[in-house]
C-alpha cells in the first residue's frame, strides 16, 4: 500500500455503528481512509479481512458495499460537474 496525502483520500469514520464518509473530516472518534481510485475500492470490498484497522471495528460484508456505494456516488457526481464545467 501506498501512503498518500490525507487530502487525496476518503475520511471514513463511525456513525451509530455504520461506517460514513467524513467529507468534512470533523467526524469525532477514529477515522481511517480509503484511496479514491476504483482499484483500492475494490480490494476493501472485496477484502477477506473484516477488520478496519485504523478504525478498530469490523465492518460487515453489506456495511462495506454501502459505503464504497457512496464513495463510488459521490466521485461519479464530482467528475461529472468538472465535466460538465
Not at 467529507?23 to 479514491?36: D, I, K, M, S
Not at 465492518?59 to 465535466?83: M, P, Q, T
Amino acid at each position: 500500500m501506498r501512503a498518500d496525502a490525507q487530502s487525496a483520500m476518503v475520511r471514513v469514520a463511525i456513525r451509530d455503528g455504520a461506517p460514513i464518509m467524513d467529507l468534512e473530516r470533523r467526524a469525532g472518534g477514529r477515522g481511517g481512509y480509503l484511496h479514491r481510485d476504483a482499484d483500492c475500492l475494490d480490494r476493501f470490498l472485496k477484502s477477506k479481512v473484516r477488520e478496519f484497522k485504523s478504525l478498530k471495528c469490523k465492518l460487515a460484508r453489506a456495511d462495506r458495499e454501502c459505503l464504497v456505494s457512496a464513495i463510488r456516488a459521490r466521485l461519479d457526481r464530482a467528475a461529472s460537474l468538472e465535466y460538465n464545467s
